[in-house]
């Protein structure tokens, strides 16, 4: 147990400093990390590990998932749906069947489901090191939220098809049974996942001032969701998956500003944490895993070999598959000037006749709108393809699935190096050489002017909300008593410094006075502003990006009333 205690320690200390430098030499820190594991795993006397699968299954994957789901806009994950759902889920399906076929292929012995199995655990990509990449050499915001859905929900498309097949080595499912259990473990996992985050968000939502308790609740979701969804047999990464989105898009409506920062910098610390450490892990493994290869004694370099050539056929049905879906994506753009044309007609319809009458349906036309109009500004082209082809490195669900291949299973212990093998080579060949192919490509996010325009737009809404709340007749304090001219004067003029503020608020023992007065007022224009902000979102026509910074901007403004 010391040693351990030990280790874990040296590890976080570890991923702290590779995560230092590699912001330093422009490297995503999980390509430096699993490096790293490797050359400690050299170490003379350096302790052999194997954890069990489900200390990453059970453990680690939930919290890695809802901290990602937490902070993913879920307008943003609705626009691309239908491409992440086909990249999370047909193509993993298509690639575990081609790679499974060429194992079956080299070693018959084991049997093509068992072959299949192994395809399922190299299939699913992890989109940390893409995205980490992405984010630092500012991709456009679609690709990389096209790469982070597309890894949280790939590893339950991934992990029921080892379920089932695993279970049909044994002969005990059929194809048809096969469908049956896959769109019963979504549909299940959806569920539960839903549930879930209502509730907890219900929960929390009813704990005032008590950041400590609503945080003691927040880390538990992840396990509230994925237990239970995989004690019904469901997918449990579903399940994780949304509650964290439910938990994301609830958060501005029903927690306080101190839970929602608190929130931000708890899950960032714990997806630093042990997503990093998988990939430590990962390499620190390795050598404990060609140690078993070589004591089975049937031919390492063959799997070695394998892993390679299988890494290749992963790259190509890749490509293959992104092809015709950037060629699909590119045909749908050139048809939104025409549905623009009958959305807008349509809205001119709605608001000449009564809108008020029908805000439903002209509340989903203007979302409609936003989203052709979306699709419009943030078209994503050949060369954002050739990025999202090229991001197929593997990472935590390959590392923890491997291991779970039952021990009856022939060659297992080739079949984990290649599992380890390929997920070794994609992170360090494609994620090493990923920054290369975007500063080729030429590839730019939203323009720092175009942004800046948005920011303008929005500041904009939102002071004039403000001076038309200041304005009103009937604006008052919370005991009905009016606020003194002077405060509202000073309020407009926001000439009070932070400092003062904070030293005003800290001595200020009156219930009258001035500064409590102010306090008062101007915790209620936060109310406005994140009104307006909740407002931009529902409607879609601002980027998720200036949503955001507009959030975190008010979040601070409001703790500090705290």
């Given at each position: 147990m010391e040693e351990f205690a030990l280790l874990a320690v040296a590890g976080v200390l570890i991923i702290v400093l590779v995560s230092l430098f590699a912001q330093k030499l422009g490297v995503a820190a999980p390509i430096l990390l699993v490096i790293v594991g490797i050359g400690c795993s050299l170490i003379p006397g350096a302790p052999r590990i194997l954890l069990e699968p489900e200390w990453i299954l059970m453990i680690a994957l939930p919290p890695i998932l809802y901290s990602a789901a937490v902070n993913v806009p879920i307008t943003d994950f609705r626009r691309d749906l239908q491409t992440i759902s086909a990249l999370s889920v047909l193509l993993v399906i298509a690639s575990a069947f081609a790679t499974g076929w060429l194992i079956w292929w080299v070693l018959p012995d084991i049997g093509f489901a068992a072959a299949v199995a192994l395809g399922a655990v190299i299939s699913p990509p992890d989109a940390v090191a893409a995205t980490s990449i992405g984010k630092k050499l500012g991709l456009p915001p679609r690709?990389?939220?096209?790469?982070?859905?597309?890894?949280?929900?790939?590893?339950?498309?991934?992990?029921?098809?080892?379920?089932?097949?695993?279970?049909?080595t044994a002969g005990s499912i059929t194809f048809w049974g096969a469908i049956g259990d896959f769109a019963y473990a979504v549909i299940a996992g959806v569920a539960v996942g839903?549930?879930?985050?209502?509730?907890?968000v219900w929960a929390r939502s009813r704990i005032?001032?008590?950041?400590?308790?609503?945080?003691?609740?927040s880390l538990t979701v992840p396990f509230l969701a994925y237990m239970p969804a995989e004690h019904l047999q469901a997918s449990g990464v579903i399940a994780v998956v949304a509650a964290g989105l439910v938990t994301g898009h609830q958060a501005p409506k029903r927690f306080s500003a101190v839970d929602r920062i608190t929130d931000r910098t708890n899950w960032r610390t714990i997806q630093l944490?042990?997503?990093?450490?998988?990939?430590?892990?990962?390499?620190?493994?390795?050598?404990?895993?060609?140690?078993?290869?070589?004591?089975?004694?049937?031919?390492?370099?063959?799997?070695?070999?394998?892993?390679?050539?299988?890494?290749?056929?992963?790259?190509?049905?890749?490509i293959l598959f992104v092809v015709p879906l950037i060629a699909g994506l590119r045909a749908r753009q050139r048809r939104i000037p025409e549905l623009?044309?009958?959305?807008?007609?349509?809205?001119?319809?709605?608001?000449?006749?009564?809108?008020?009458?029908?805000?439903?349906?002209?509340?989903r036309l203007q979302r409609w709108r936003a989203d052709a109009q979306f699709q419009a500004t943030h078209s994503l082209g050949w060369r954002g393809g050739a990025v999202l082809a090229w991001s197929g490195m593997r990472g935590a669900v390959t590392l923890a699935a491997a291991q779970s291949l039952p021990s009856d299973i022939p060659y297992r212990a080739e079949l984990i190096l290649i599992?380890?093998?390929?997920?070794?080579?994609?992170?360090?060949?494609?994620?090493?050489?990923?920054?290369?192919?975007?500063?080729?490509?030429?590839?730019?996010?939203?323009?720092?002017?175009?942004?800046g325009r948005e920011v303008t737009r929005l500041a904009e809404e939102i002071i004039a909300a403000r001076q038309a709340f200041l304005?009103?007749?009937?604006?008052?304090?919370?005991?009905?008593?009016?606020?003194?001219?002077?405060?509202?004067?000073?309020?407009?003029?926001?000439?009070?410094?932070?400092?003062?503020?904070?030293?005003?608020?800290?001595?200020?023992?009156?219930?009258d006075g001035h500064?409590?007065?102010?306090?008062?007022?101007?915790?209620?224009?936060?109310?406005?502003?994140?009104?307006?902000?909740?407002?931009?979102?529902a409607g879609g026509t601002y980027s998720s990006h200036t949503l955001q910074r507009a959030q975190h901007f008010i979040d601070a403004e409001s703790a500090r009333m705290q």
């Open positions: 690709l990389v939220m096209i790469l982070e859905g597309e890894g949280l929900v790939n590893d339950a498309t991934a992990l029921v098809m080892l379920r089932t097949a695993i279970a049909a839903l549930l879930v985050g209502a509730v907890t005032r001032q008590q950041p400590v308790l609503t945080t003691a609740i944490l042990l997503e990093n450490g998988v990939f430590l892990l990962m390499g620190f493994e390795i050598t404990s895993i060609v140690a078993d290869a070589e004591s089975s004694g049937r031919g390492l370099w063959m799997a070695v070999a394998l892993a390679a050539v299988c890494t290749v056929i992963l790259f190509g049905v890749r623009a044309e009958h959305l807008d007609a349509a809205l001119e319809a709605v608001a000449e006749g009564d809108a008020e009458a029908n805000p439903r349906r002209a509340a599992a380890f093998t390929v997920a070794i080579i994609t992170l360090v060949v494609q994620g090493g050489t990923l920054p290369l192919l975007i500063r080729v490509l030429g590839i730019k996010g939203t323009s720092e002017v175009a942004e304005d009103s007749q009937t604006l008052q304090r919370e005991n009905g008593k009016p606020f003194a001219p002077e405060v509202l004067e000073r309020t407009r003029s926001r000439g009070m410094a932070a400092t003062e503020a904070l030293a005003a608020m800290v001595n200020d023992d009156d219930p500064s409590r007065q102010h306090r008062e007022l101007r915790r209620q224009l936060v109310d406005v502003e994140q009104s307006v902000l909740l407002d931009a979102r």
